[in-house]
């Protein structure tokens, strides 16, 4: 079920005009990249370089940082554009693996991608199973219908209610972390939805099933504002601090953990990192790291 | 990679693994149930929706002889999964809003999930296609003969159906409608997808929870295998007990035919 969908990821023209208005080089698509080699400024690491690409995990039910444009098989998002951005500073093409988020780690670690970017948060309990390259500061957001109704804005306001939530997610952490929290004190617990896709999740709370759409901030944002949603959701409340979004790599891989973490450095210093945010509309939902 | 490299290189929890499958969670009784009772539900109304859609199929009347043409050859030609997913998150879509599946439906005094219903109404009306075939098969091989004396001595359809040409064709049915219950229990775990809390769901929050890919997924299939081992068990008891005096060989037992050592009837030599 969890099919491994391969695809090369063509460069949306916007981006494509952001990587050559910072780097200088218009090569026309990501998988050409020889055709590039002003952009290569880092050094991959030699198997890198001989694959000519970098396979990346990535759950592609995520927006705005992973979905699937209107044609449904071209993977876009600001994780896709980072991870475009970061094999052409590379001289290296992308390749977008759609991956379970709840088997993602697992496929990493199996060697059937180089590396992973998903939104993911890099948690003490990830980070026994995986190094992490950080590259954004995240938060989490409740989704809920318009004018909110049962009044939810913590995790406490859940108590006795519905939540819909992805599989594997810090999201989904929380929430059971609450659950202990609220058996203990003898208080109601939370009825916590699984789904296997974030999109899925979300689509339960579109029809009314649950009280409560558990992502974060910048998805839960983007559910809120996509115009066929106008005026029907809002974000309730913002339960947890940002934390660290990281791209997950083999612990024995450093040399491409170095290099991914210097193709991170530049961006952020060229201010190509803020012109993805920007683009997506996560300007108020994320924390530049600088 | 040398065996000796392999064997250390294998990683497996030994402790997780036991506890997972010996002291099994509540949530993993919780799904172990939902798994049986959706199955056993899901088969029953499948036999029944099978039993209507074959005898339908089989009847004079050209309008039922299509819908049942067009249930099996939708159902049958449509993969499971995608009719789950209509079930579950289309049909609300189509009925302008109206919800078939809620958080939970109440039957009287009986409590359901929303998703689990719609898990066991997607598996029964599959199940149903399947059935369908399986009961004409098992109508077809009862001798007209036998029709034609019932009728002979003045038996209503009804009559011959309940009476003489069902319990002869049951014989037939049976054996695969066994191996269609085995399939169902593993079936089941389909429902996962529209977050059912069954078994193998259980499974894969223990894999996110603790990164045990192995030892979680591993584990619940154990769990799937003891099911559908003490089906086998079952199943061959009431096959014997509906063979008998019927069959000149004894039927194979549950070991021999789940391992494949059923015998050939020449070499018994014989009857008993």
């Known amino acids: 079920m969890l099919s491994l969908r391969h695809r090369t990821v063509g460069l949306t023209g916007a981006v494509l005009l952001l990587v050559s208005a910072c780097t200088g080089a218009a090569s026309p698509s990501a998988s050409a990249p020889a055709s590039a080699p002003a952009a290569s400024a880092i050094t991959p690491p030699a198997a890198i370089a001989a694959a000519g690409k970098i396979v990346w995990c990535v759950d592609v039910s995520y927006p705005p940082e992973e979905f699937y444009a209107a044609d449904g098989t071209t993977a876009q998002g600001s994780d896709i554009d980072i ?29 059937k991608c180089d590396l992973i970017i998903s939104g993911m948060n890099s948690t003490e309990e990830r980070k026994k199973q995986v190094d992490f390259v950080d590259y954004l500061k995240v938060g989490q957001g409740l989704l809920v219908p318009a004018g909110n109704p049962k009044g939810i804005h913590t995790l406490d306001d859940l108590s006795g209610k519905a939540v819909a939530v992805q599989l594997g997610t810090t999201n989904k952490d929380a929430l059971d972390a609450k659950n202990k929290e609220l058996k203990a004190a003898g208080k109601p617990t939370i009825d916590i939805q699984t789904f296997q896709a974030d999109t899925d999740a979300f ?28 005026g029907k959701f809002e974000v309730g409340g913002t339960p947890i601090d940002p934390l660290p979004i990281g791209i997950a790599v083999r612990k024995e891989d450093t040399d491409l953990k170095n290099a991914v973490q210097a193709a991170i450095d530049a961006m952020y210093a060229d201010g190509t990192m803020k012109s993805i945010i920007d683009k997506w509309g996560m300007t108020n939902a994320v924390v530049l790291l600088k | 990679m040398p065996p000796d490299a392999l064997l250390a290189a294998i990683q497996f929890d030994l402790d997780f693994f036991l506890k997972f499958v010996f002291q099994p969670s509540p949530a993993l009784i919780g799904g172990l149930a939902i798994t049986i009772y959706a199955s056993v539900i899901a088969q029953a109304a499948g036999v029944v929706l099978g039993t209507l859609s074959a005898l339908a199929g089989m009847s004079r009347n050209p309008l039922l002889r299509a819908i049942s043409g067009a249930y099996v050859w939708f159902f049958r030609g449509t993969p499971l999964l995608v009719q789950m997913f209509i079930v579950y998150f289309g049909t609300p879509y189509l009925l302008g809003g109206i919800d078939l599946f ?29 059935m369908s075939e399986i009961v004409r098969a098992g109508i077809m091989s009862v001798d007209p003969g036998q029709t034609e004396a019932a009728k002979s001595l003045g038996m209503t359809y009804r009559l011959t159906m309940s009476r003489i040409v069902l319990p002869q064709a049951l014989r037939v049915i049976v054996p695969p409608l066994g191996n269609e219950f085995n399939n169902m229990l593993k079936t089941t775990s389909l429902m996962s997808i529209i977050a ?69 009837r020449f070499d018994r030599g014989g009857g008993r």
């Open chain 1, 83 to 111: 991870a475009t951005e970061i094999g052409k500073r590379m001289g290296v093409g992308t390749q977008i693996d759609n991956t379970g988020f709840d088997g993602i780690i697992p496929a990493l670690l199996a060697k």
């Open chain 1, 203 to 230: 689509q339960q709370l579109a029809l009314g099933r649950v009280d409560a759409y558990s992502g974060d901030s910048p998805v839960a944002a983007y559910y809120a504002s996509k115009p066929e949603n106008k």
């Open chain 2, 102 to 130: 809620p958080r939970d439906v109440i039957f009287g005094v009986i409590s359901l999930r929303g998703a689990v219903l719609a898990g066991i109404v997607a598996l029964s009306i599959n199940e149903g296609a399947y």
């Open chain 2, 196 to 264: 059912v809390e069954e078994m193998f769901r259980v499974a894969q929050a223990a894999n996110s929870a603790t990164f045990k890919t192995f030892e979680a997924y591993f584990g619940v299939a154990l769990y799937y295998l003891a099911l559908t081992t003490i089906w086998s068990t079952i199943q061959s008891q009431i096959e014997r007990r509906l063979g008998a005096g019927t069959t000149r060989i004894e039927q194979p037992g549950v070991w021999s035919r789940m391992l494949g050592l059923t015998r050939t």
